[in-house]
């Protein structure tokens, strides 16, 4: 069981943007985000979107910096992922993203 982040690689609003994802649960998902003061307004179905400033403090707090694929790989494998098929309205990536 484990908090994983991924490379800010996703341009949005002057900024790159990470996802932060929980291979167990979104409680747990939640709760890491909640203390490491990520909004739940960033949250997104199956993950929140962080911003690159964000990142060393996320591992400093215990998340697993992965690469993207293997940040979907585990997300897949804990069956928390929400395929783009069932996201309601079929939003863009930027426009999930916080402003």
Known sequence: M???VDDPI???HGRLWA???SDASVAELHAFAALHDIPRRAFDLD???VPAD???RLVAGGAEH???KELTRRLIASGLRVPARDR???HDHD???PR
Do not use: F, Q
């Open 2 to 4: 484990a908090i994983l």
């Open 19 to 21: 996802h932060l994802v």
């Open 47 to 49: 993950h929140y979107d």
């Open 54 to 56: 964000a990142l060393d």
């Open 10 to 12: 996703w341009p949005a």
């Open 88 to 90: 309601v309205g079929g």
């Open 66 to 68: 992965v690469g993207g």
């Open 95 to 97: 426009t999930r993203i």
